[in-house]
């Protein structure tokens, strides 16, 4: 596999290098609220359901928003860290990534404006499984982190623009 | 439905209004890349799995990182539209969020450095059906963008320290 992936990673890196719009890509979503606070989610030919814990009003039929952007951070960690060792040479036989998020919840209910919404921390632990010394995995990591997607999203702000429609 | 949620919300605000500390939530995942850049993810009780098109060298057994926190951002605002249609009691009949995100991969793929990997922006259409006037919704959108939790973190930098273990 890592060495398919090697050559993928190569020839796409040479198509971006002759055709920088070839690499411009736009992702999309589409999703409805279908009971109570579910969500259903549809991305491409995937399915996606969202929920909250009943503690505070859903049914629990799927994981939370902000639990899911946890997810996203460890997925994407993990499958950069997949991509960049196979770029760099670099061995590498598992990666499990642990993640924990502090969120005050008054933030969100509008009990307390000067709390943030959102996570006020994320931590994490990214256990590697590899033959490689440790100064290498260090600069593998280096790499990762200023390479992540989602990583940046979190620690860089994203323009984001929201429109109401009538349906 | 709606009452019940209100009576939530209200119940829910009253203990954090009384002991903030009750506010305070860790959420916690943990993920494994299983096979090629497939990732398989815990949340509690729930599944998810994510992969990469085959395109840039993974099974498509799942969505990707990066349009999984698409996913996250409208189930984010379509449980906060619920949430606070109903605390403020405006009539809130359904919810459609869909979202597009640009990505340039050049940035993900390190063929230039002067790229960010992740999103450079993301454009929303939130369509309501609503027997409430056209000012009252618009008001229900102040208050969901300013205390959606997946917005915040998307708005504004989240702290995020990532930490390498030997396994």
Same mark, same amino acid.
């Given at each position: 596999?890592?060495?398919?992936?090697?050559?993928?990673?190569?020839?796409?890196?040479?198509?971006?290098?002759?055709?920088?719009?070839?690499?411009?890509?736009?992702?999309?979503?589409?999703?409805?609220?279908?009971?109570?606070?579910?969500?259903? #989610?549809?991305?491409?030919?995937?399915?996606?359901?969202?929920?909250?814990?009943?503690?505070?009003?859903?049914?629990?039929?799927?994981?939370?928003?902000?639990?899911?952007?946890?997810?996203?951070?460890?997925?994407?960690?993990?499958? #950069?860290?997949?991509?960049?060792?196979?770029?760099?040479?670099?061995?590498?036989?598992?990666?499990?990534?642990?993640?924990?998020?502090?969120?005050?919840?008054?933030?969100?209910?509008?009990?307390?404006?000067?709390?943030?919404?959102?996570?006020?921390?994320?931590?994490?632990?990214?256990?590697? #499984?590899?033959?490689?010394?440790?100064?290498?995995?260090?600069?593998?990591?280096?790499?990762?982190?200023?390479?992540?997607?989602?990583?940046?999203?979190?620690?860089?702000?994203?323009?984001?623009?929201?429109?109401?429609?009538?349906?």
């Amino acid at each position: 596999m890592s060495a398919t992936l090697r050559e993928v990673i190569g020839e796409t890196q040479h198509k971006f290098r002759l055709d920088a719009d070839s690499a411009r890509v736009c992702f999309r979503t589409r999703s409805e609220l279908t009971q109570g606070l579910r969500v259903d #989610t549809n991305i491409r030919q995937h399915a996606l359901v969202m929920d909250e814990p009943q503690a505070i009003g859903g049914g629990d039929s799927g994981p939370a928003p902000v639990e899911v952007l946890l997810a996203a951070l460890a997925a994407c960690q993990e499958i #950069t860290y997949k991509a960049y060792a196979a770029a760099m040479g670099i061995a590498l036989e598992r990666v499990v990534v642990e993640l924990e998020g502090d969120i005050d919840l008054r933030g969100f209910f509008g009990v307390d404006d000067s709390v943030r919404p959102g996570l006020s921390a994320i931590r994490g632990r990214v256990e590697l #499984t590899s033959s490689a010394p440790r100064a290498a995995l260090d600069t593998l990591k280096a790499a990762v982190d200023s390479h992540c997607p989602v990583l940046d999203m979190l620690r860089n702000p994203v323009p984001v623009s929201l429109t109401l429609a009538s349906p």
